[in-house]
């Protein structure tokens, strides 16, 4: 039985969010975003782990240990490992964990190199181009699952 519990992992430069390219991933900080986060997870029942690293063994270390703590869900901002990590793409074809891809932009509308996702691949669903807004929308849809 899966918990209650939804590990949001993001990936590297999102510790960056507020002042990266804003134009692109707006003005909110990660922890603006984990603040609505934890309010809306309450909300749902629900409680997030949120985590960042720049590192992808880290990443592949926490989709694990999701899974061996009967994580309901991960939300994944993988940043630009999406488009490269093969490995991540193995660790979450290993977990039953179900895996939703999150991301600020629509990579689809942005450089090319953006628009192949290992992570997309593996997921179980993707919402993207929302903004801080994709978080919630995969936190309602982590809930439904």
């Known amino acids: 039985m899966a918990s209650n519990l939804v590990y949001v992992l993001n990936g590297p430069n999102l510790n960056l969010l507020g002042t990266r390219e804003p134009e692109i991933y ?3 900080t990660l922890d603006d975003i984990a603040a609505r986060l934890d309010d809306r997870a309450r909300e ?3 409680t997030i782990d949120l985590r960042q690293s720049n590192h ?3 990443l592949v270390d926490w989709l694990h240990e999701a899974q061996a703590e009967g994580a ?4 994944l901002n993988a940043g630009a490992y999406t488009h490269t990590s093969v490995a991540l793409y193995d660790a979450i ?3 039953v964990t179900p895996v939703i891809e999150v991301h600020l932009s629509n990579p689809h509308t942005r450089e ?3 628009h192949k996702s290992y992570i997309g691949m593996a ?3 993707t919402i993207a181009g929302f903004g801080p807004q994709s978080y919630l929308l995969a936190l309602e849809a982590a809930a439904t699952i």
Not at 72 to 75: D, N, Q
Request: aromatic share 0%; proline share 0%; net charge positive.
């Open 26 to 28: 707006g003005h909110e």
């Open 44 to 46: 749902l029942g629900l």
């Open 56 to 58: 992808e063994g880290h």
């Open 72 to 75: 309901k869900a991960v939300l």
């Open 93 to 95: 074809k290993a977990i």
């Open 112 to 114: 090319a190199l953006r």
């Open 123 to 125: 997921a179980k669903g």
